[in-house]
Each structure stands twice: as C-alpha cells, then as structure tokens.
C-alpha cells in the first residue's frame, strides 16, 4: 500500500506539490520528543542526527518540540520571533499563561523548536490524572516526580497541537510524531478530541521489555507468555506501561526502531508495528582515507600518554604492541552485556597467556556511576607524567644548543657531559617518586558504593586484578568521557578513534548506538544477535565478520557459550597483524556509510507518507 502511495501520489515524492488529498497548503512536521534539545540518552542522538535530512525534506514545514531545560536550553536554544503557524500557537499560548519558547535548536540544519515550560500546567495534575483514568482507565500515582513531568509535558503538547490544529488544520494537514512514552501522554487526549491531524508513535524501546529482560535470563524465550498487565503491576510501572500502550494504539501509525523490539510490540503493547525505522548517524567522511588513519594515530597517542600514567608506575609493558578495546554505556549492567564483557575478558587473559603473544590489551570500561570524584592518585600518575615531559623538553632544549655550538666549533661532545646536572636530578628525583608499590588501580574514581558495584564485584571474581602477568588490564572509568575529564582530556569520540575495537554485546538493546558510531569512526566493533543493530547487520549484510563487525550470538545461546564466541572473537582480533588492522578500519569505516541518514531516513518519510494516508481528515 504505501509503494502504490508513493507511486500515484506526487505529494509522496515531491511534498511542495498540490496532492490528490485536496487544494490544502503543504502538510507540515512536528516532532515531539523528551529529547528534543534535552540530552538523556540515545533518542536525543536520533533526533540530532536526523534534522539535516528532515529539514531537506520538509524545509520550514518541519519543527521540533520538547521540555524546556534550562541546563541546556541557554547553549542549544535561540530565539526567533512569533510568526508562522507554530509561532502563532506558541504566541496564543504564552497569551493564556502557558509560557513556550519558539526559536531553533542551534545543531546543523537548525531546525524550529518549541520549548514548553512543563511546569505551568502542574496545577491541573489532578485533573489529568482523573481524565487518563476515566478516558483512558490509565491509573498514575500520586507521587511519582517523573511521571509527573510526564503528564505535565503530554499536557502542554496536548494544548499546543490543540491550538495549532484549531487554526491550521483547514489550511493544511498536520503530522505529529511522537517518541517514547515519556512524549505520549498527549496521543490518547488528543485523539480523544478528535483532533484534526495524523499521529505517528515511535517506541525506541518498551518498558516492560526493559524490566522483564534486566530480571528474567531467558526473557526472549518466554515473551509470547508473559501477561503484560500482571507484569506491570509485579514491577509497579502501571501508569508508565499504560500510556505506552496508549500511545501505540492510539497513533495512526505506529513504529519501533528494530525487529528485535516488535517483538516486545507485539507480545507485551498487542499491536504490530506498522513500519520499523532503524537509526541512522550522520556520516563524516573524508575524502582521503589517509585522513582518518592519521587521528587514529594521533589519538591513540593520547590514550597512550593515560596507560603510561595509569600503570607505568607499577610495572611497564610494550605499548607498541598494545592494543586497546572498550565497552561504553548507560549503566545497565546486564541489558549493556557488561557481565559478559568482563566473562569473555578473564577467558582472554588466560588464552593470550597460554599462547604467549607479545600482545597486552587494555580494556576501558566506560559508563556513568555514583562517584565522590577523580581518584587522587590518578590525577597525580596524570601530573607527573606532565613532570617527565617538562623535564624532558627542557633537556631537549639544553642538549640541542650545546650540540648546535659545538657542531659549529667543528667538534662532536660527549653527549653524556651536555645534560644540565639540575635536570639530571631532578629527573631522577621525579622516577623515584613515581613508583608505587601496589599494583595499577582498577578503578579511576572514587565510588559512592565500591563494595557494592556490580563491575568491580565481577572483576573481583574474575580476579582481573591488573597484575604484571595479566595480558588483560582494565580501566574502569565510571564517568562519561568528554575534553574537560582530567584523565584523558579528550572528547568521546576522540577516544573511540584512538581505540582499535569496541565491544557492545548487549542482552537488552532495542537498537544499539554504540557499536554504529565506533564504525563511523573507522573502529571495528562486536555487538549481539539481540541488539536491533546486530539483527538488522545479520539481515541485510550476512558478511559483516569480515567486514569488521562481528555479531555474538545470544538469542538461542547461554551465557557460557556466548562468552566463549565474545573471548575467540577478541582473541582473532589479538592475531591481526598492524597492516590488516589498518585495512579493517578503512573496510569498517566505508560499510558505515549505509547507516548515513541520508539513506535510512527514507523510513521516516515513508512513515509520515503512511500516516497521512491513514488520517481521513
Ligand atoms: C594509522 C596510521 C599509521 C599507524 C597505524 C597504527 O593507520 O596512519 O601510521 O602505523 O595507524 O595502527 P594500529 O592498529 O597499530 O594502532
Ligand atoms: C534507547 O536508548 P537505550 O540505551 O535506553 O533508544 C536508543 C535510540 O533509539 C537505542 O539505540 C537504544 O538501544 C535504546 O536503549
């Protein structure tokens, strides 16, 4: 049905054109997220990356709404004036006490955005609750903040579209897509208004899935069993599950971003996606290849410069023969494939051991935990290493000027008699002071609840303890890397391109960004049958492995045996020569051009197209 669409409807292709769906101006766009200019986790990714090609598409048609955030709306935000459609519905709004922001969101493409004020529609709380109930048989608790939020936010989106379709709907036809439950309170109000518009629901995850797969080890096996209801009620997530499921079936058409989570749509919400839209990233690509070979490079060096600091104090190993993976998530420890990460790690310790390479691997633990701050210890490892370099430029200096002198006095020195006897010492001075008798820290941070934690635990168990004989050493970093982090002093994907591979073997994960945006950076990576990427890679690209994406399988495996699959696959990367690696990221980094937006955002065009076929207004 929607390639006839296409096929007979100029509107389809070319939305500047009058349509067989009347003499009305072109429809417009409006996407409502939780994310929108409002960063929590992957969906803040999805819309970012995406306006450039829905601003392509839809031009001025196009705008965004979200929660107004008053962290990152003074970075993200500018003003514009209160003209147009949107403009006019924000204006009539701050008119009636209901303060919204219009301008646009300062990120390439520079799309329109409303910013709603969530907070001013608190006082009609009660009164929501009691409509969701009655209407909707929704039950929300009293006291829950972010549900709260939630409802005060479907609220004012509800206010806005009212407003919004009201005055324009006769004019031209409206399209609000909405992501996640935590946008789509306002589905089942509005559509219990009858309002005058199509409505598109994207789930990028549910949430009962979520619950039921961090409790249940062969969650996927039992999903066509469980009773969604009574799960909900087990885990207390009623209301959440509720306008979930609302907002599934309330929309015209409904989507997820994989296979894998239409599954959960199916079994745990009871309607089947409509369409799915997979994530796609903006793709940087340059146009020679030794580009991106050369940061790779660069970086690599930085990440070096942290290892000497971080172990060098206790022993030293070959950085040359170095290599460097890394895992990096929201701190779900079972869903992110954490607890695997570190199993597969302790069987690669022993199997590099056995085999005898000259390979050392460092294996970076990124994700965000509770923490006081950064170790003492590291920071001061981190400063003295910035001694050694002082000290060493300023023999540098002292050396090549009495070599210079001599060189031209027609005389070569005895070059142990040039070094400065201040420097000697105190370069002396600084690797006495450098050593450190224990052993290199697991961890850089000081943790809230080190006892506790769920990777140190595992590592204590697994006894990677980061000693002189383990070929396996591990950074747990609990903290998100960006420039300002003392440790490394770069940006996340700085980092990522100066690893050699990512590693992503995730049990819950409805799409899964991470090991993407390591191939857009020219970093090979290994993710799982479970994570939307890995099962959409299977599907369209049955000879990734060689391409530098490998895919553990875990659907139909148990732990021990997808940990052993995650071990080889880490050790045959281990047994790659410097050349075929090189060849893998310049393979790696070309595949990744699939993903570009400019590609898979034909999905969302497609979804939109769908909508306002289905919508009879
Ligand atoms: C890039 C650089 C090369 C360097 C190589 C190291 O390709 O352009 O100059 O030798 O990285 O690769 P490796 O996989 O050993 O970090
Ligand atoms: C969700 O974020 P998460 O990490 O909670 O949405 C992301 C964007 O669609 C997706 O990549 C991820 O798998 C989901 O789990």
């Given amino acids: 049905a929607v390639t006839e669409a296409l096929a007979t409807d100029p509107a389809a292709t070319e939305l500047g054109k009058p349509s067989r769906r009347g003499r009305r101006a072109d429809p417009m766009l409006l996407e409502i997220a939780w994310e929108a200019c409002n960063q929590v ?15 392509s598409r839809w031009g001025n048609r196009y705008c965004l709404v979200g929660p107004y955030n008053d962290k990152s709306a003074p970075i993200e935000f500018e003003p514009s004036p209160l003209v147009g459609p949107v403009g006019q519905a924000v204006k009539q709004m701050n008119e009636m006490g209901y303060r919204a922001e ?34 909707h048989g929704i039950p929300t608790p009293n006291d829950d903040a972010l549900i709260n939020d939630v409802l005060a936010f479907g609220e004012s989106t509800r206010l806005l579209l009212s407003m919004l ?47 039921l797969a961090m409790h249940n080890p062969v969650f996927y096996d039992h999903l066509s069993f469980f009773d969604a209801g009574h799960e909900a009620k087990h885990f207390n997530i009623e ?33 089947d996606p409509d369409l799915l839209l997979p994530n796609g990233l903006n793709i940087e690509r340059f146009a020679a290849i030794h580009e991106f070979q050369n940061l790779h490079k660069q970086y690599k060096q930085q990440i070096h410069e942290f290892t000497m600091g971080h172990f060098f104090p206790s022993y030293s190993f070959d950085l ?137 635990n595992q590592l204590r168990h697994c006894q990677l303890f980061n000693a002189p004989e383990d070929r396996v050493k591990v950074v747990f970093h609990p903290d998100f890397i960006n420039s300002t982090n003392p440790l490394f002093g770069m940006e996340y994907d700085q980092f990522v391109r100066g690893t050699h591979l990512g590693v992503f073997p995730s049990y819950y994960e409805p799409w899964g960004y991470t090991p993407l945006e390591s191939i857009a950076l020219g970093v090979p990576a290994i993710t799982s049958d479970l994570s939307g990427f890995g099962s959409y890679l299977a599907q369209v690209m049955p000879g ?22 995650l071990c080889e696959s880490m050790f045959n990367f281990c ?13 790696v980094e070309s595949f990744s051009e699939h993903f570009d937006w400019h590609n898979l955002g034909r999905r969302y065009h497609e979804a939109h197209e769908m909508a306002l076929d289905r919508d009879a207004h």
Wanted: aromatic content about 8%.
């Fill in 165 to 211: 379709g009201a005055k324009e709907s006769h004019r031209r036809r409206i399209v609000a897509h909405f992501h996640e439950w935590m946008a789509g309170a306002a589905v089942p109000m509005l559509r219990r208004e009858a309002w005058p518009g199509s409505i598109v629901f994207t789930t990028h995850a549910t949430l009962l899935g979520r619950y």
């Fill in 320 to 456: 040359d023969n170095t290599l460097y993976m890394f895992t990096s998530g929201r701190y779900e420890y079972r869903n992110k494939g954490m607890d695997l990460t570190i199993e597969a790690l302790a069987r690669l310790n022993h199997r590099l051991k056995t085999a005898e390479t000259p390979v050392t691997v460092v294996f970076f633990i990124i994700t965000k935990a509770p923490v006081r701050s950064v170790n003492v210890a590291a920071l001061e490892s981190r400063a003295m290493l910035e001694e050694f370099q002082n000290a060493a430029d300023a023999i540098k200096e002292s050396i090549g000027k009495e070599l210079f002198n001599s060189a031209a006095a027609g005389h070569i020195p005895d070059l142990n008699t040039l070094v400065d006897d201040y420097w000697r010492l105190r370069l002396r001075r600084s690797i006495q002071s450098w050593k450190r008798d224990g052993l290199p820290p697991i961890v850089t941070h000081d943790m809230v609840d080190d006892g506790k934690d769920a990777v140190l």
């Fill in 575 to 587: 047994q790659l020569s410097r050349r075929e690696r090189i060849t893998l990221r310049n393979t």
């Fill in 102 to 135: 219009y301008g646009r969101w300062l990120v390439s493409g520079r799309p329109h955005i409303v910013l709603l004020h969530i907070g001013d529609t608190y006082k009609y709380l009660n009164d929501i609750k009691y409509r969701l109930w009655a209407d």
């Fill in 544 to 565: 990734h492995d060689d391409q530098g994406i490998s895919v553990v399988h875990r659907r139909h495996a148990d732990f021990n045996g997808a940990a052993h699959e």
């Fill in 41 to 55: 986790g992957g969906i803040y990714t999805v819309l970012r990356s995406k306006v450039p090609s829905m601003v």
């Fill in 239 to 271: 209301a959440q599950h509720g306008l979930e499921r609302a907002a599934a079936h309330g929309a015209h058409v409904f989507t997820t971003v994989s296979d894998v989570t239409a599954a959960e749509c199916t079994h745990l919400l009871g309607r």
